[in-house]
């Protein structure tokens, strides 16, 4: 048996070329929490968080270290019950803070993520191999059209193309930011520029309430959508994105907000979400992921998760009639730390994630570029 013997985070931050926004935020710069799990035996293990506040998250992450040394470090799944069973009433003690419930679900993910790492070093198996799944290519699509200030509204259009030229299958462009009028020229422009083959996304990041996106999905429904990605405001419910699932024939895509498998789940049932996108580095971890995914599989929609190719290629490889495919970044300058942390990582090209067979993630992490990003918290 391996023990937990230590819980360390590392909280890594670099500047981005321009400022960039979605609909719902602006980013001038990246950040993500990588948490190291040591066991007594000396295997290290790796997870990561991309949730905010990240200086709250690492407290969290630190706190929880306290929680579980000691505990086994394969039984990732004691480990994730016992910090999340205190968030809830316990007698004589209460339940963590409600107002940090986004930053205790990342918290947890993270030691989950460097849990599985651990069980793939300790059976010299890569994690797809613990799952059953084969080592085969996994689809992956490139998301762009962020706005930049000061450019043309309809920039997104080559940029788009040259992901297609960069031998990207299917492109997410990033909608919502601006007027309807202009979004529907975005789409239009976009559409010509890529050609008829290509598949499109859309990714709304929560731009609108159900009128206004009735309006908008007849809008770009004559220029072959793919999905409507996390449509609707933040408040909206399942029932909300049923009634939307129900007006338009594009299929939704949502769950990267998500923070467990209850929503997800009703999302999946009442809210005709046919491309489920949780993300076990926002929230909750690889194990929750593979909860939903199992939900995913059965509802028959298809596991998409949000961001981290080279980790969540892992999960999606092992569902092989629904496990649809993975996000990537089309421009190297979306996420300087993807780019710089990693001395080896499953490869993206020509639209797959080609997984390899180190034990883990099979990641290699470059401590030069992450001892040089360190934020100051
Ligand atoms: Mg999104």
Request: glycine content about 8%.
């Amino acid at each position: 048996m391996s023990k937990i013997a230590a819980v360390k985070a590392y909280p890594i931050v670099a500047k981005l070329k321009n400022v960039q926004w979605t609909a719902q935020e602006s980013r001038a710069e990246v950040d993500l929490l990588l948490v190291e799990v040591v066991t007594d035996d000396g295997i290290k293990g790796y997870g990561q968080v991309t949730s905010t506040p990240m200086p709250d998250i690492k407290k969290w992450v630190e706190r929880f270290g306290e929680e579980v040394i000691g505990m086994d470090a394969l039984a990732r799944v004691a480990v994730w019950e016992k910090l999340l069973s205190m968030t809830s009433p316990r007698p004589n003690l209460g339940g963590l803070s409600r107002g940090a419930r986004p930053q205790i679900m990342g918290a947890i993910g993270g030691i989950d993520m460097a849990l599985w790492d651990i069980a793939g070093k300790k059976a010299n198996l890569p994690i797809f191999r613990l799952l059953g799944a084969e080592n085969k290519p996994v689809f992956t699509y490139a998301t762009g059209g962020y706005y930049v200030k000061g450019t043309k509204i309809t920039s997104c259009a080559d940029e788009l193309a040259g992901f297609v030229k960069n031998g990207f299958k299917a492109v997410k462009l990033k909608v919502g930011g601006a007027t309807m009028v202009e979004e529907v020229e975005r789409v239009k422009a976009t559409r010509a520029a890529i050609g008829p083959d290509i598949k499109l996304k859309l990714d709304l990041n929560a731009a609108y309430d159900l009128p206004a996106c009735y309006e908008f999905a007849k809008a770009v429904a004559p220029y072959d959508i793919f999905w409507l990605e996390e449509p609707l405001h933040w408040y909206l419910q399942p029932v909300d994105f049923g009634k939307l699932a129900a007006a338009t024939a594009i299929p939704l895509a949502h769950g990267e907000r998500e923070m467990t498998r209850f929503t997800a789940r009703d999302y999946m049932t009442l809210g005709g979400v046919r491309y489920m996108m949780f993300d076990a580095t926002r929230y909750a971890g690889f194990t929750e992921s593979l909860r939903v995914a199992h939900m995913a599989d059965q509802a028959g929609v298809m596991i998409t998760p949000h961001h981290s190719p080279e980790l969540h290629c892992h999960l999606v490889a092992a569902f092989p009639r629904t496990g649809y495919a993975v996000e990537s970044h089309g421009s190297h300058d979306r996420d300087p730390i993807w780019q710089g942390m990693y001395l080896d990582r499953a490869e993206v090209k020509d639209s797959y994630v080609y997984m390899n067979e180190k034990p883990g993630w099979g990641i290699e992490l470059d401590w030069k570029f992450i001892n040089s990003h360190l934020a100051g918290y």
